[in-house]
């Protein structure tokens, strides 16, 4: 799942899309998730990454990763929703 | 190279709670590159806050309403162009508009320019006429009736479901889930705005706004879209900000062209859930958040006096998604002095 191009987040984790005037802020570990979906990175590399740095299971990674992806998509910051 | 300095005559100075765009048109022009201006107020009651704003205005007029005749508004323009020898008249009242429309000529003859909607662009966006508009045009618009009597409620309900919206002609909507309702809002708006009273389809969704500018031969001068913030009690923007929706854009620009659309305007439409817009309405002028359009990059008021004046615009495509406009409040201290002449002599 790809971040839509035009989705800007500032260095101190605010998301804005310029397309409906909304913006979010994200938490310091949501923000390291968005800026590693921003560089094209899978849900596998991102666990990966996110795993050599956090005391934490992958299995617990991986849902938390997956809800944090729906709710980004649920926001319509997804490419994806753009094909459905 | 020395500017041209224009003398420009502005409505609106009601920056209230329900503010027009006076206030915002003249910031706009004061910041104005390609010319110097000479800003007259005009003004309607004693108390709009414009008349008071010394660093904006360069002399303030009150002039008849609408409702006295176009005669006696038309003596009244002469009187302050034998003083001020105006080159140009931006109204901004709903109501006024058609006033300045049908005065056009006759204030080009007098050295004064407009730059408004034909009679007939005027005319086919009235909220009566939107449905027609929408067909014709190929624009998705609710669905919307006119109400003279509320005897008639029942009946054209049988057409609706509910809640609808209830509209005044010029200003003024609410939400009605009832019949009560809708006679409570019909008599509050009627006694207010006259009739008809529109009721029209409510559309759930976001609201967005346009504001943007026609040259007349159908080319987009300019057009920046905003999401509204926050909204008063009135429905007004308290606080907005500029977006980059390209289909927003497109809807602007197929308006514009379809419509040879002269002057400055501000479209509301609805974006339901699965992303389709509706063109609520239609406002022949421009709207009081023009400022943020200026603060992204497009000053429409100073376009809008170059193409009255037959200077050369070229389209303006970009501007900054992203600002935002916060309103605020502010009170002056006036002298009692000053309420007193203006109220009196009629000028300050």
């Given amino acids: 799942m790809k971040i839509k191009k035009d989705i800007a987040v500032s260095e101190t984790g605010l998301v804005f899309n310029p397309t409906t005037g909304e913006s979010y802020s994200l938490n310091p570990i949501g923000m390291e998730i968005f800026s590693l979906m921003k560089e094209g990175k899978s849900t596998e590399e991102i666990s990966g990454e996110l795993l050599e740095h956090y005391h934490t299971d992958s299995s617990t990674l991986d849902k938390d990763i997956h809800d944090f992806m729906e709710m980004l998509n649920h926001y319509l910051l997804l490419e994806k929703d753009e094909e459905e | ?348």
């Fill in chain 2, 1 to 348: 190279m020395k500017k041209n300095k224009y003398t420009i005559g502005v409505t609106g100075l009601n920056a209230i709670d329900n503010p027009g765009p006076g206030v915002p048109v003249i910031r706009a022009l004061r910041e104005a590159n390609s010319f110097d201006v000479r800003i007259i107020g005009l003004s309607y009651e004693s108390l709009e806050p414009g008349i008071y704003m010394h660093d904006l205005m360069d002399k303030v007029y009150q002039i008849p309403y609408p409702s006295n005749g176009t005669e006696l508004l038309m003596e009244r323009m002469a009187y302050i162009n034998e003083r001020e020898n105006l080159d140009m008249i931006i109204p901004n009242f709903d109501a006024e508009l058609f006033s300045f429309i049908r005065l056009s000529t006759r204030l080009e003859e007098m050295g004064i320019k407009t730059f408004l909607p034909t009679p007939e662009q005027f005319e086919e966006r009235q909220k009566v006429n939107l449905p027609e508009f929408g067909e014709k045009y190929n624009i998705p618009v609710p669905g919307s009736e006119p109400l003279f009597a509320t005897d008639k409620i029942p009946e054209l309900m049988e057409d609706f479901d509910w809640p609808v919206l209830v509209k005044g002609k010029y200003y003024e909507a609410s939400v009605a889930y009832n019949e009560e309702q809708i006679r409570i809002a019909f008599n509050k708006i009627s006694a207010k705005w006259g009739l008809p009273v529109i009721i029209q389809e409510f559309v759930h969704g976001t609201e967005y706004n346009v504001t943007g500018l026609g040259d007349g031969k159908g080319n987009t001068i300019a057009a920046v879209p905003m999401r509204k913030q926050y909204i008063t009690s009135l429905g007004k923007a308290w606080g907005g900000i500029a977006i980059s929706d390209q289909k927003l854009i497109d809807l602007t620009t197929k308006f514009i062209a379809q419509t040879k659309w002269r002057g400055g305007f501000e479209l509301e439409l609805m974006k339901t859930k699965e992303g389709k817009f509706y063109l609520l309405e239609i406002n022949p002028r421009i709207p009081a958040w023009i400022y943020l359009a200026v603060g992204a990059g497009q000053n429409i008021p100073e376009a809008l006096v170059n193409l009255a004046m037959g200077n050369v615009v070229k389209p303006m495509k970009e501007y900054h998604a992203g600002k935002m406009f916060v309103r605020y409040s502010w009170d002056m201290i006036v002298d009692l002095k000053e309420f007193e002449k203006i109220s009196i002599t009629g000028e300050l």
